[in-house]
């Protein structure tokens, strides 16, 4: 038989290429770990509920208590042999979710914050950040993602730093817990920060181990307020207990820790600005 002429390969124009679903990988994706796992059934479809509906607090929803283990962490040992510096830590972690009463917030101060955010609010920022697919990263601070038939170019620091601080502001006093364990002392956190020169510590600031224990102190009396507006939950010996999750099975890199407690202490003036500093950590 005679075989049929080769039909030549046409060309696929731009306005022809079909584009993906926005909806089908976006950057929020690869903030959720693969190793939790919620305890019981019934923790695990609040948990799927809370993702479907995009809040992991709200009224009638639930709040996360994530627990994080300091074994094996580097970070641990340098606290337990008195380390100047922290190189690196590792922690496993568990998320079970517990339902929390979501509290209404009365403060002006907190609320002019809210309405300052929502008047400054883009709506087109808003579109491209709900409906954009994830491409790929660039380096450890930039990554593109695509919008309609556009490229972006994302600043990862900056747009974290605006998610944290909004996500600071309107959970104001209904934030998740990150549990330490074992808790570690304020004052061992001040002197690995305080032996760091990223700190800025020189002789005429007096002894390192003085305003260790005055950062110790000074936060044990402010005990009462970080614990009910922010989760930073201080023990009556000086031991951090916890930090506020603000996002749902995220953790902090906790090689800053000591860093963020002595300019906890040294650098806000007004503790209620601490929504300022949480998103810089």
Not at 121 to 128: R, S
Not at 135 to 162: E, F, I, M, N, P
Not at 183 to 195: G, Q
Request: with cysteine; net charge neutral.
């Amino acid at each position: 038989g005679t075989k049929e002429p080769h039909a030549e390969k046409q060309p696929v124009y731009a306005y022809q290429m079909v584009r993906t679903d926005a909806r089908e990988q976006t950057l929020d994706a690869f903030m959720v770990p693969k190793s939790v796992v919620p305890e019981t059934e019934e923790e695990g479809a609040v948990a799927t509920k809370g993702a479907a509906s995009g809040s992991g607090s709200g009224p009638g929803g639930s709040t996360e208590v994530m627990e994080v283990e300091g074994g094996g962490s580097r970070c641990e040992q340098q606290l337990q042999q008195g380390a100047g510096s922290v190189e690196e830590s590792t922690s496993s972690f568990r998320a079970p979710f517990r339902r929390k009463r979501r509290k209404q917030v009365q403060l002006t101060s907190v609320q002019n914050l809210q309405q300052a955010v929502r008047a400054r609010q883009h709506n087109e920022l808003v579109e491209l950040f709900q409906n954009h697919k994830f491409v790929g990263c660039v380096d450890q601070t930039r990554a593109l993602v695509q919008h309609q038939t556009k490229l972006y170019l994302v600043d990862l620091s900056r747009v974290s730093q605006a998610l944290f601080y909004q996500l600071l502001l309107f959970d104001f006093a209904n934030f998740g817990t990150l549990k330490l364990t074992p808790p570690p002392p304020l004052y061992d956190l001040a002197m690995i920060a305080l032996n760091s020169p990223e700190s800025g510590w020189s002789s005429e600031d007096g002894p390192k181990e003085k305003l260790a224990q005055y950062i110790a102190d000074f936060l044990k009396t402010k005990m009462k307020m970080l614990k009910e507006y922010f989760s930073f939950d201080i023990g009556e010996d000086g031991c951090l207990c916890s930090l506020p999750l603000l996002l749902p099975s995220f953790t902090p890199n906790l090689d800053r820790l000591p860093l963020f407690v002595v300019r906890l202490a040294t650098e806000v003036s007004v503790l209620c600005r601490e929504t300022k500093l949480l998103p810089k950590w």
